[in-house]
Each structure stands twice: as structure tokens, then as C-alpha cells.
């Protein structure tokens, strides 16, 4: 098999969400602790507009910016599409990657071509999600996947100002 490709990542913490419905207040612990800022899903929250069952985009955007009192420009995207995932990766800034119903960081893409006829894309993914005992915060996992084997609904780009 002849595989010619790219692969790019940018280094990221994995943290598990603490609640079943606190998947965006994870993903955005881990984006801000790439930027330097260290707060807890407690503190990230109620800056997110959390409400049972999660956080909206704009919630998510307004907490991104007003956690770092403005010094990160967040902006939600609906279109998302695969070369504005590698665009983002490819300038060093991971990015909140939406599919129906949860949220997850994307920190790097793979894109590979099998004798020059298939290409493959992969994202890779810090998934806050991975509950294994009942009544414990969810442990989270890390995994390349595959571009079309998923509904992407929605990105975040986070970035300084």
C-alpha cells in the first residue's frame, strides 16, 4: 500500500466533562488552558451560559471572550467545513468542533491518499465524553476520526485579539 499524506497537531489537555450535558464547559476548559487560562468547569459554566442540557454557540462564544476579559476573539462558524479545520490547525490554534448534540476540541487533521486514487480525513479529536462507572465525571478520550463518518455541525475559532 503507498500512502502519501499530512499530518498536523497542536498539544492539548484532555479533560473529562463533569456532568452528562457539560460537554461544550469541557471543551472550552481545554481551549483556554491552550491559551493560558486556567479555570474549572464551575467557573467556565455560568460564563458559558449553561443551562440543563448545555450551552448555546453564542453562550460559548461570550464565555471564551468575557474568561479572558476580551484578550481571545471567539467566533462561531456553522458551516463546518474540512479546510476551515485544517486552516485553523494549520496556525496553531485548536478549535471547538460541534456534531448534533455535543462538542468536542479538535486538535489536528491527517489526509492521506491511497494510491493517489482514495483520500482519507481524519480530525483528531479530545472528546470530553467517556463515562465507564456509573455516577463518575467522564473520563474523556482522544481519537483520530473519520471526516465523513460524522455530521459536523458547527465550529468555534478561538484566537487572540
Known amino acids: 500500500m503507498c500512502a502519501l499524506g499530512t499530518r498536523r497537531t497542536v498539544s492539548l489537555t484532555l479533560h473529562g466533562q463533569e456532568t ?16 493560558g487560562y486556567s479555570y474549572t468547569q464551575a467557573e467556565i459554566a455560568p460564563a458559558m451560559g449553561y443551562h440543563p442540557g448545555g450551552c448555546s454557540q453564542d453562550g460559548q462564544v461570550a464565555g471564551y471572550e468575557s474568561l479572558t476579559r ?25 478549535l471547538k468542533s460541534g456534531i448534533p448534540r455535543h462538542a468536542r476540541a479538535c486538535a489536528g487533521y491527517h489526509r492521506y491518499s491511497l494510491f493517489g486514487i482514495f483520500t482519507i480525513q481524519n480530525l483528531y479529536i479530545y472528546d470530553p465524553w467517556g463515562q465507564t462507572i ?17 455530521t459536523h455541525t458547527n465550529w468555534i475559532y478561538v484566537h487572540r485579539r
Open 20 to 35: 452528562n450535558d457539560y460537554c461544550a464547559v469541557a471543551t472550552g476548559q481545554m481551549i483556554l488552558e491552550f491559551w
Open 70 to 94: 476580551n484578550a481571545l476573539d471567539a467566533t462561531a462558524d456553522g458551516t463546518a467545513a474540512w479546510s476551515e479545520a485544517v486552516a485553523e490547525i494549520n496556525a496553531g490554534r485548536p
Open 134 to 150: 456509573p455516577g463518575l465525571p467522564h473520563e474523556g478520550a482522544i481519537y483520530w476520526e473519520r471526516w465523513e463518518s460524522i
